[in-house]
């Protein structure tokens, strides 16, 4: 069974994530990969700052921000084969 759909904009929704197939602007890429860098960051200085309100480890709180960097980045980059 094929869980393809097309969307308003002429993309195809494939697995949770749009294709390449709309061929948008790069102008649109790079303000796609900035937003969601920033969202990382962000993530990532909240999470920091809980986790040493809460009196957590410097070494703990330090890999656990950058294990959820590493896993969101993985999510939401995609991959080039």
Not at 8 to 22: I, Q
Not at 35 to 40: L, N, P
Request: aromatic share 2%; hydrophobic share 50%.
């Amino acid at each position: 069974m094929n869980a393809d759909v097309s969307n308003s904009k002429g993309g195809t929704l494939r697995g949770g994530k749009l294709s390449e197939e709309r061929g948008g602007g790069a102008f649109e890429s790079v303000l796609a990969r900035v937003v969601a860098t920033a969202g990382i960051v962000g993530i990532g200085t909240a999470l920091g700052a809980l986790l040493v309100a809460l009196n957590v480890a410097g070494w703990i709180t330090g890999l656990v921000v950058s294990g959820v960097a590493v896993a969101l980045t993985a999510m939401l980059c995609p991959r080039r084969v």
